[in-house]
């Protein structure tokens, strides 16, 4: 990231959806060209993951009322909320890393400190993946992260430091701390010389896909996943095209206006870091730059990008928690809630489903990526 161009936020908080020109459909999915054997990486993970324990696959909810209101023939939510007790998809992520970390490097444990920047997933599993493995973690926040995710990673045993600073401008403070103290960054943002272990972290989080094949007879038409940094679309977007070729889900990310890296990267060309602070109640996608690890496969195999409004957010978090009859409830938080708030917008505005082929045929899923991280905000923007 050091010499990646600056591009200011987007202005603008509306519905925006953008095709990717670069997409070939027919392309076979290409491990060489993307530095990741999709299948081949998942397997590996998920025969350490699922030895741990407390592992046990998610739920895959079906929401058939939801489904008809939209206008869908078919939804699924992947729920992680659950996974490992830490509230995140992350918990397949750090921890995975630490472990192949130490296994490749051959570190001693008890001697290794990992460290990382977080705006609360990351960090609470990585404190808890450090604890599992027995090392010592450090974790670094940054600012606009509430009090109750800082509590919740004091409480996996981790050291907190917290940096006033936009989470790409503290990631460049957490790296100088690092070099000086001689700790391991753990992080899924690659940046030029640090791509292994952000790889490691897209292989734990490809385990998800593996727990949705197995639960289903078919892949579905359409996923719609949050953005972020990248490494989690880019996972399951991979694990999906090296399996289905042609026949893969279409794929839209799901971006707040002012942190949309990965638009921004994809229009651009190249990887991008937008500036300002990347404030967004989607706490979870307030990342600037684009990982290098997963930029390959986004650059050539996303083949949409959706911004979402702020506004969207909480009236998906109430339609989740209190669903149609015959629906689970399921606790979605801020970044959680996007996917179903992208569908929900999506059905009011037809004239954008129809550019990504999203209608009456279309079996969609798409991921509560986090449940309720933060109980009081969760509760507070619930409220009837």
């Known amino acids: 990231m050091d010499t990646i161009p600056i591009v200011a936020p987007r202005d603008t908080n509306t519905a925006t959806l953008w095709r990717n020109p670069r997409v070939d459909r027919s392309a076979a999915y290409a491990p060489d060209r993307f530095g990741y054997d999709a299948v081949a990486e998942a397997a590996k993970a998920q025969r350490i993951i699922s030895a741990w324990s407390g592992y046990a696959p998610t739920p895959l909810h079906r929401l058939p009322a939801a489904a008809r209101a939209l206008g869908l023939r078919a939804l699924a939510i992947k729920d992680e909320g659950g996974r490992f007790g830490l509230g995140s998809f992350k918990a397949l992520g750090a921890p995975y890393a630490i472990h192949r970390l130490l296994a490749d490097k051959g570190l001693d444990p008890a001697r290794t400190t990992v460290a990382c920047i977080t705006d609360g997933n990351h960090g609470r599993a990585l404190a808890w993946g450090a604890r599992l493995l027995g090392c010592r973690s450090v974790v670094y926040i940054p600012r606009g992260v509430s009090p109750a995710r800082i509590d919740a990673i004091a409480a996996q045993g981790a050291e907190v430091v917290r940096v006033d600073r936009a989470y790409d401008d503290a990631l460049d403070t957490l790296r100088a701390d690092a070099a000086r103290e001689g700790w391991e960054i753990v992080s899924d943002l690659a940046y030029p010389g640090y791509e292994a272990i952000p790889r ?25 996943i949050q953005g972020g940094c990248g490494g989690f679309a880019a996972a399951i977007l991979a694990a999906f095209w090296a399996r289905f070729g042609a026949a893969r889900p279409h794929l839209t990310v799901i971006e707040p206006a002012r942190a949309a890296c990965l638009m921004e990267a994809a229009q651009a060309g190249e990887p991008v870091r937008v500036s300002g602070d990347l404030e967004t109640l989607m706490g979870g996608l307030a990342c600037g730059t684009v990982s290098l690890a997963a930029w390959p496969v986004l650059r050539d195999g996303v083949d949409a990008y959706l911004i979402l409004p702020e506004a969207a957010i909480a009236p998906a978090m109430r339609a989740l928690a209190r669903p149609d009859a015959g629906d689970p409830a399921i606790v979605a938080g801020e970044t959680g809630a996007a996917g179903f708030a992208a569908l929900t917008l999506l059905a009011a505005r037809p004239d954008l489903a129809a550019r990504i082929g999203l209608g009456p045929d279309s079996d969609v899923l798409t991921f509560v990526c986090e449940g309720a991280t933060d109980p009081e905000r969760y509760r507070d923007l619930t409220a009837a």
């Open 200 to 224: 490691a972290c897209m292989a734990g989080y490809a385990v998800m896909a593996e727990e949705i094949v197995a639960a289903r007879t078919a892949p579905p038409t359409h996923i719609l």
